[in-house]
């Protein structure tokens, strides 16, 4: 039957935030309720496992982790991940990882013990190859989770239907590029995510600090005087293409 709530019952209603969230998490995702849906998207090489490790060091403080390394499983590339952002003493028995064997099914089992994971990281939704439908089935079931969902990229999009539908359901939307999450989010916030400011730097040079302030630079108009054959082309300056040597 379908929930109806007045005005004042609305106002009423109790939410679980995640108190005490660092500056830069709190100024990219403002207040942050306790069970939330993300939408991760960016291509290889521009920082998405290594703001997923600054996210689940984060997040663990509030509950345990459970990470779906459906791409990369337990190999050396997500070891060496682990290795910079995370250590044994401090998230054992905290954080959990899984490879491609935990399909959606396992997945809806194991989250219906008691104390499973609060969070759970999917990497990638394209790996896992779910329908919008089981996605939709999977955050109704357990609505007290929260669901971050790694995806590959197709431009400035997630890539494939089921990717992009997520990302347009999910209320907090990051695409990574350059080292920086470009945030939407509906809690507030909203400020881009430096993931890597040596790597950002690097890569997007002069146009760093507008990147960052999320403020789009103006687009430069052509001068009246320069038409005619003699006139001279401006050509805007290329973004470099060689990207620092760090492990996405």
Known sequence: MAKILGVKNLLKQKFTYLEGLPDNMKKSFGDL?????MCVWGDSG???SNFLMQLLKVLVVYGKVLYLSLEEGTQASIVATVKRHLTEECFEGRVHFADHEMTYEKLMVFLAKKKSARFVIIDSVQYWNITYEQYKA????FKKKSFIFISHAAGKLPDGKTADKIRYDASIKVFVEGYVGKVKCRYGGNKPFVIWEAGARKYWGKKYESVISGVKEPKTKPSRKATGDNAAVQTPSA???QLPTYAD
């Open 33 to 37: 309720v306790a069970n939330f849906i």
């Open 46 to 48: 521009n920082g998405k």
């Open 138 to 141: 999977l955050k109704e079931r």
């Open 239 to 241: 973004e470099p293409n």
